[in-house]
């Protein structure tokens, strides 16, 4: 199967886009308190983030809560939730099909086209992985830039991009290099397959080789 290492790179950069949904998923860092002011005594750092907050405060670890209750989360919050489970679950079966699309994985099939196609479908499933991914993320930096500009939200509600915002935008980045790989790879394979086989040039009759030896010894015979 040509073009080995695209495969491959694409694979592992699905491996990676995977792992960075995973952790945006689960990581609190969505909105952290913002310092406004000129004061730069910082007594506690906030966290918010899909599943828990956390908390930090002056010569105190780290104390996180989760949320006691889905029924009162705001429908934001709800939905990010949402559109990230499904991303983290897409990204796996993604991995998954490409694996069984490999060249040297043979319990699945030993045809070069099917292969092809696992592939095709795996780089399908990583851009819409990306595309669930980044939904929730923009959503999330949008609320977060309309509050912190907002004039009537008070100093202590402002918030501000978090660590967790900036890996899911690398992630999805990833995620869309990794399957323009894969259906790059797919392309290029069926390409190669239809180039081998050109089709006759127009106005080429093919010829009989049964009637031109018939012929030729019906006119070769000699009379003595």
Same mark, same amino acid.
């Given at each position: 199967?040509?073009?080995?290492? /695209?495969?491959?790179?694409? #694979?592992?950069? +699905?491996?990676? !886009? *995977?792992?960075?949904?995973?952790? =945006? $998923?689960?990581?609190?860092?969505?909105?952290?308190?913002?310092?406004?002011?000129?004061?730069?005594?910082?007594?506690?750092?906030?966290?918010?983030?899909?599943?828990?907050?956390?908390?930090?405060?002056?010569?105190?670890?780290?104390?996180?809560?989760?949320?006691?209750?889905?029924?009162?989360?705001?429908?934001?919050?709800?939905?990010?939730?949402?559109?990230?489970?499904?991303?983290?679950? /897409?990204?796996?079966?993604? #991995?998954?099909? +490409?694996?069984? !699309? *490999?060249?040297?994985?043979?319990? =699945? $099939?030993?045809?070069?086209?099917?292969?092809?196609?696992?592939?095709?479908?795996?780089?399908?499933?990583?851009?819409?992985?990306?595309?669930?991914?980044?939904?929730?993320?923009?959503?999330?930096?949008?609320?977060?830039?309309?509050?912190?500009?907002?004039?009537?939200?008070?100093?202590?509600?402002?918030?501000?991009?978090?660590?967790?915002?900036?890996?899911?935008?690398?992630?999805?980045?990833?995620?869309?290099?990794?399957?323009?790989?894969?259906?790059?790879?797919?392309?290029?394979?069926?390409?190669?397959?239809?180039?081998?086989?050109?089709?006759?040039?127009?106005?080429?009759?093919?010829?009989?080789?049964?009637?031109?030896?018939?012929?030729?010894?019906?006119?070769?015979?000699?009379?003595?």
């Amino acid at each position: 199967m040509a073009f080995y290492p /695209l495969q491959i790179a694409g #694979l592992v950069l +699905g491996f990676l !886009g *995977m792992v960075g949904t995973l952790a =945006t $998923t689960l990581l609190p860092q969505w909105r952290v308190s913002a310092f406004i002011g000129s004061n730069i005594i910082v007594f506690e750092r906030l966290w918010e983030g899909l599943w828990m907050n956390c908390i930090r405060q002056v010569k105190v670890r780290l104390q996180c809560k989760f949320y006691n209750s889905l029924l009162a989360l705001p429908p934001v919050l709800e939905a990010a939730r949402a559109l990230m489970c499904v991303a983290v679950a /897409l990204s796996l079966i993604a #991995l998954l099909i +490409g694996i069984c !699309g *490999m060249k040297q994985i043979q319990c =699945t $099939t030993s045809n070069e086209r099917v292969k092809a196609y696992l592939l095709g479908t795996s780089g399908v499933l990583f851009i819409l992985t990306g595309i669930f991914v980044l939904i929730p993320v923009c959503w999330t930096a949008h609320i977060i830039i309309r509050d912190f500009y907002d004039p009537t939200v008070h100093f202590g509600q402002k918030r501000e991009l978090g660590a967790a915002l900036f890996l899911g935008w690398a992630s999805s980045a990833v995620l869309f290099i990794g399957g323009g790989l894969l259906c790059g790879f797919c392309c290029c394979n069926r390409t190669k397959k239809w180039n081998r086989y050109p089709a006759p040039a127009c106005g080429t009759r093919p010829t009989d080789k049964r009637r031109n030896v018939r012929v030729h010894s019906t006119t070769s015979t000699s009379y003595v």
